[in-house]
């Protein structure tokens, strides 16, 4: 199994980069090949003042960076030579079987999508993110590639969603929602009423429209949305789960008594951050392309990039996108029988 | 000053409704007239049980319900003598300065659109709500009404959201910013892009885009967005605050130390509840209608109702009304002169 590294994407990056790769490697012996993309010096000194030196590993040099905040299309287009687009073209090439970056979210999925396209019978990729709840992790999905979606792309990560929860999440039958307004049929608006519609007709296990008070009271394992919405969504539960932390921590500081109750309890706090924290689960994935491209957060911490190391290798050996594949031409199969069943010939 | 009470409204009507009401009564002498609309049987007992009587207070019959499920559209136009209808009826009628609802938010909104007619200069209300963040509190509009607005609409959130921080919350100059996926100018889809655009020339405090991760950390005080983002961003703040404090809970229980802890920081725990507890915060307000229209949370305590009566008489005082009218006109000047002023001729 070949994995390609941006090593030059994100607010860390190198260190944290080189850092998460080293233990990536040093913990999973079924990679075979290892490329860190960037440039090559700032990634062997990185690589020196850790020691580690591993056949596996290889260098590929790249001439430009990708900032943070560069413009995504443009930024694809004027810096061919970038970390970023080496790393893809490796896995376009099929140097390589999936892509982990850091970088720009813009920019990874511009260019994950220019050069990898889409598998057969995937009309629009997806960015699926997985979110812990007390009873359920679940995958939401879109969570940022595909501002302005048709219905038939949500069906699309239905589809693709519910193989997500089977195949990485292990949940034998996944329950598929459409994240609304409220949990009834007719609440939404246009695109989330057609994708409701449509995907009933599907075969997944769905149930139906769920609102945002839902999301973490174990009703569905995986919830469709438009990237704009799920963009949203998800950085607004990231920011408020902070911000109860935060503002807990001030809290236990106003005197002596809660202080020491805050001592007493931190294995608590401890334990409960681990659950909910996003570097634990190892960055979203951006399903639907023709390749295995992860994109781990910004400020990720080597514990963050080591993860989404993990989470591509998954990918790759449950050969996800063959499966994806596959459930599609199913899926367009049924829709076509419905299609003639319904024809009056 | 003159409150119209649906007295039926809500998870729990009538009683937390009534208590809520009671409570009110109590505390506020400047209200000079409470209509508690609904079925007078239940309503008398419930004040019956409390004790409670006070020349203020009048029950107003309504022989209706319009259930928290029913289809908004439909049960406004089959129902109504419903509690719901008859209390915004009184403030069409001018016998009430405000309706304050804890029903069925979509059939809220719905007839108080169409009873109520919007403001001069305003072509769609939008339901906002304020949020509770540790360097200051913002509003967050449009969480529900306007499902597939223009971005003027989202223009005239942010004139009607900026009055709203700077005379309910005592803000001087409230930041007033649109939600996208990213901070960046060039981040969103049309609808925020062009609503980008047009802020930029209202005279506003227009601080530009943000995104979810950016809503606690006391950026802007308005936040404007389409309803079906705002709802579901909403909801999924206060899902995520409650699922972190029930998880919190679990942690804290799995042995004698943390347990011990727990008890020792519940003052903690308890200030913080406090401060983000929807309840302490009044409900959300349809601003932009003609008339002061405040919708308290489905599953309100006695706590929630009295403090959207408060809510309510605060916009009442204010005079908030007259001064959207006064805003909008200013702001269609200011336009017009522009129009002018770019005009060849």
């Known amino acids: 199994m070949r994995i390609a590294v941006d090593g ?14 080293v233990s990536a490697l040093r913990e999973n012996p079924r990679i075979s090949r290892l490329y860190l993309v960037g440039d090559p010096a700032r990634l062997q000194a990185e690589l020196d003042r850790l020691q580690f030196r ?12 990708i900032a943070m905040d560069d413009p995504p299309v443009q930024s694809v287009r004027r810096k061919p030579d970038s970390s970023m687009c080496r790393a893809i073209d490796l896995v376009k090439k099929r140097d390589a079987d999936a892509v982990v970056s850091a970088g720009n979210t813009g920019a990874l999925l511009t260019a994950a999508h220019l050069k990898l396209r889409t598998l057969d019978g995937v009309d629009r990729p997806g960015l699926a993110a997985v979110l812990p ?13 595909n501002l302005e979606p048709h219905p038939t792309n949500l069906v699309q990560y239905g589809i693709m969603g519910s193989l997500y929860a089977r195949q990485i999440l292990h949940y034998p039958n996944p329950r598929v929602a459409v994240l609304s307004i409220g949990s009834e049929d007719m609440k939404g608006n246009e695109l989330t009423l057609e ?9 997944l296990n769905f149930v139906g429209n769920i609102d945002g008070h839902d999301l973490f009271d ?11 919405v799920g963009n949203a969504v998800l950085k607004a539960c990231e920011s408020t789960a902070r911000v109860v932390a935060r503002w807990l921590k001030q809290e236990l500081k106003r005197n002596p008594v809660r202080m020491l109750g805050g001592l007493l309890a931190r294995g608590a706090f401890r334990d409960l951050r681990r659950k909910v924290d996003p570097d634990e689960h190892g ?46 031409r199913r899926f367009h199969e049924k829709i076509g029988h419905n299609q003639l069943a319904q024809s009056p010939l």
Do not use: W
């Not at 990039?305 to 599609?328: D, P, S, W, Y």
């Open 8 to 21: 030059m994407g994100g607010d860390y990056a190198p260190h944290n980069i080189v850092v998460g790769t």
């Open 54 to 65: 591993d056949s596996r590993l290889e260098i590929v040099p790249a001439s430009e960076v």
């Open 133 to 145: 709840a007390p009873h359920n992790e679940f995958v939401l999905m879109d969570c940022g590639a």
């Open 195 to 203: 994708a409701h519609r449509l995907l009933k007709a599907t075969g």
């Open 218 to 228: 174990n009703v569905a394992d995986v919830i469709v949305t438009d990237a704009f």
């Open 283 to 328: 960055g979203a994935v951006l399903l639907g392309v023709n390749g295995v491209c992860i994109k781990a957060h910004g400020a990720s911490s080597p514990l963050a990039v080591k993860n989404a190391i993990r989470l591509a290798t998954e990918f790759v050996e449950g050969q996800f996108n063959e499966h994806i594949v596959e459930e599609m």
